[in-house]
């Protein structure tokens, strides 16, 4: 017994000397391990725009000796880029230095009037618009930055994580009443009518009672029928038809 005991703390010991043992500081750095995460709603930066943007500030770690890597100033710098939410930069066995990069994810895309458009995030972060093609609901009209990474943020997230929402809302209209407040029109996917939705305070609750709706009625008369939907007012549902719908 006490043999087998010994046995395995020497083959531990033997394990955590070839495996857990940290870097060797005067070997050379041979190998960048950078990883981007990527999904579909994030796709700002790729490895080699990072492996651009360590060189360019001189910190490229490969041929460096391990001990003159300074894994802070690399996280400084991939953190400094708008479409990176975080980064994590790390010493490993055999020359090996690791980067993992988190994107921003964006959760809307904002056209606000008369100016460029650009994404948001779930934290309110205002990401520079990009070209190319990204399934997101779309917010367009009078939208100051304030309202976008507030009030917009906070709905555009709801939208993304709500599997029923994200599929039947595409775009977002935002004009002023006459407080000059803002209020909310929504254009659903299917259809050509327009859901108002006013004010976007208790959106939830204003969202639950559309999809009540929705169950109970539309599947019987149809979208054709109503050119507007009104969830504004509590406890009730106004349906503006068509002209000529029955």
Same mark, same amino acid.
């Given at each position: 017994m006490?043999?087998?005991?010994f ?5 531990y ?7 857990l043992s ?5 070997e050379k ?5 950078l ?5 579909? &709603? !994030?796709?700002f930066?790729?490895?080699?725009? #990072? @492996? ?6 001189? %910190?490229? +770690?490969? $041929?460096m000796?391990m ?16 479409f ?7 010493k &490993? !066995? ?6 993992? #990069? @988190? ?6 895309? %904002?056209? +606000?009037? $008369?100016?460029d458009?650009y994404?948001?995030?779930a934290?309110g972060?205002?990401?520079p618009g990009?070209?190319y093609?990204?399934n997101?609901?779309?917010?367009s ?11 917009l ?7 993304q994580?709500?599997a029923f ?17 803002p209020?909310?029109e ?15 305070d208790?959106?939830q ?7 009540i ?12 029928k ?8 509590d ?5 503006t038809k068509?002209?000529?719908k029955?």
């Amino acid at each position: 017994m006490v043999s087998l005991l010994f046995l395995g703390v020497v083959m531990y010991v033997a394990y955590a000397m070839l495996f857990l043992s940290g870097p060797d500081e005067d070997e050379k750095c041979t190998t960048v391990e950078l990883l981007v995460k990527q999904n579909d &709603s !994030s796709k700002f930066v790729d490895e080699k725009e #990072v @492996e651009d943007m360590l060189k360019n500030a001189h %910190v490229y +770690p490969k $041929g460096m000796l391990m001990k003159d890597v300074d894994t802070k100033r690399i996280e400084e710098t991939v953190r400094s880029n708008e479409f990176v939410s975080d980064v994590e930069c790390y010493k &490993s !066995s055999n020359g090996k230095l690791c980067i993992q #990069v @988190e994107q921003r994810v964006p959760v809307m895309f %904002v056209v +606000p009037e $008369g100016r460029d458009g650009y994404f948001v995030d779930a934290q309110g972060n205002i990401i520079p618009g990009r070209n190319y093609a990204i399934n997101l609901v779309t917010a367009s009209g009078k939208i100051d930055n304030k309202y976008a990474s507030t009030r917009l943020a906070d709905f555009g997230q709801y939208l993304q994580t709500d599997a029923f929402w994200n599929n039947q809302i595409e775009q977002i209209y935002v004009q002023k009443d006459r407080k000059g407040e803002p209020v909310i029109e929504l254009v659903p996917r299917v259809g050509n009518n327009i859901i108002y939705l006013g004010s976007i305070d208790d959106y939830q609750k204003k969202l639950h009672k559309l999809k009540i709706f929705y169950e109970k009625a539309i599947g019987t008369v149809g979208w054709e029928k109503y050119a507007r939907v009104d969830l504004e007012y509590d406890n009730q549902i106004i349906c503006t038809k068509r002209s000529g719908k029955n």
